[in-house]
């Protein structure tokens, strides 16, 4: 049995299941209150699904890019839980989890703001890249070089920023990931301690500018 949590992006959401079989699934868009929202929305996922928290036997978590709040909210949470029921925490990257329902080459892209974007290449669920923070030009350059012939998607929030140097694309356009296909994604990964997937510094400074620690 396997909780899975997203907070990284533009939702809060979880998911259980039991071997390939979904027994619940809940989605909350929000850009803020991850932190307030998280416990009550796995909670009212776990009543749905009718399983008991002793009834699990790991969780997964996205660990980034994203919201370096977010983030950091989800993994505190799963941490935790781990700890409590002395079960493994294992740790999905969110570009991963928005292209594992896809086939073909995929690019999972994500606005960073700032004049970058998250970028991450995949063939039929297989990372052919690392994930990394780039320029949008630079982006778009990595995407004509590993583009093949076949079917490509690009898929993110964003997605619409690089969609003119690949014109023959199919955009998926998704500010968060399905808590489904972070369940799937955990559940067959060995469970190593998961830590954050940043790609950058934070915007926010300690005093004396001093960058958050990781």
């Known amino acids: 049995m396997l909780l899975a949590i997203d907070t990284c992006l533009g939702a809060c959401s979880a998911a259980v299941l039991d071997g390939g079989r979904v027994l619940a699934s809940r989605v909350e868009p929000m850009a803020r209150g991850h932190q307030e929202r998280l416990a009550p929305l796995v909670a009212q996922v776990m009543t749905q699904a009718g399983v008991a928290f002793d009834q699990l036997d790991r969780v997964g978590v996205t660990i980034g890019p994203g919201s370096f709040t977010g983030l950091r909210v989800g993994l ?5 839980l781990g700890a409590a029921l002395s079960i493994p925490v294992v740790g999905v990257g969110v570009l991963e989890a928005l292209a594992q329902p896809l086939s073909g080459t995929v690019f999972a892209v994500l ?3 700032r004049d970058q974007v998250y970028l991450q290449a995949f063939a039929d ?36 920023l690089l969609a003119g140097a690949l014109p023959h694309a199919t955009v998926v356009a998704a500010d968060h990931a399905d808590p489904v296909a972070v369940a799937q994604i955990a559940a067959v990964r060995l469970p190593v301690p998961p830590r954050p997937l940043y790609l950058r510094a934070p915007d926010a400074k300690l005093p004396g500018g001093r960058n958050l620690p990781a």
């Open 76 to 80: 505190a949470f799963a941490k935790g």
């Open 111 to 113: 606005d960073a703001k």
């Open 125 to 160: 669920g297989v990372a052919v890249s690392a994930p990394d923070a780039l320029p949008p030009g630079t982006a778009a350059a990595r995407l004509a070089e590993l583009a093949g012939a076949g079917n490509v998607t690009l898929v993110g929030s964003g997605a619409s």
